[in-house]
């Protein structure tokens, strides 16, 4: 009898509290954040516009003279490239970029009718690799570097009442290195991507000759800062 009421008396228990926890309200599944909507495996066009600064190392043996000339000016263009996402969150690409500049500058040499050496840079160029790492909301970080030009419109000695020299021109090739930043603004076909990127240029010594005093040789070192504006297509 005490065995037949004990077990009656457990069934009511658990009958109630399986009825008291149906009513509970159910807890929502775990779900793991989605994956970033944003793949940065494709091509892409864009502009940039920022700001270079730079030293050019001046060398006249003939003097002899060594001394250098600062320039700055603002530059922008075109640039295209192609990355490929791999590992979730790693991309590698290539890129290749155009610049127009205005480097202009001169320095006092030294020699007679208060002697002057002036030179202008009008663009530069540069074929680079990358690569990078996708953070969750859709930004990329990335280092780059490669092969770099740099055209030298002219350069001439200037002088004070004396004739100037014959003017050099031409482009000296060099290297680049640098490091960047990438944000989709939105990231759905077509992809609109705004950037900031600093990029380190040095460019070979080339001599010249001049028809004042012989040869003059001279290299160039620049500094970018820009910001970047591009699409990137599925």
Known sequence: MKTTVAISFAALVFGCAAASAADLPMKAPLVAPPPSSMSWTGCYVGADAGFVWGRSNLNIPAYPFTGDINMDSFAGGPFVGCNYQFASNWVIGVEGDWSWMDLNGDVLTGGGSSERYAQKWDWSASVR????????????WYVTGGGAWAHLDNALFTHVGAPNSTTV????????????????????????????????????????????????????????????????FP
């Not at 690799?129 to 990329?140: E, I």
């Not at 990231?187 to 040869?215: F, H, N």
């Open 169 to 232: 021109a031409g482009t000296h090739s060099g290297w680049t290195i640098g490091a960047g930043v990438e944000h989709a603004l939105i990231p759905t076909a077509p992809y609109w991507i705004v950037g900031l990127e600093y990029l380190y240029a040095k460019y070979d010594r080339v001599t010249y000759v001049c028809s004042v005093c012989g040869p003059v040789n001279f290299d160039l070192q620049t500094h970018t800062v820009r910001l970047r504006l591009s699409v990137k």
């Open 129 to 140: 690799g990358r690569l990078g790492f996708v953070m969750p909301s859709n930004t990329l």
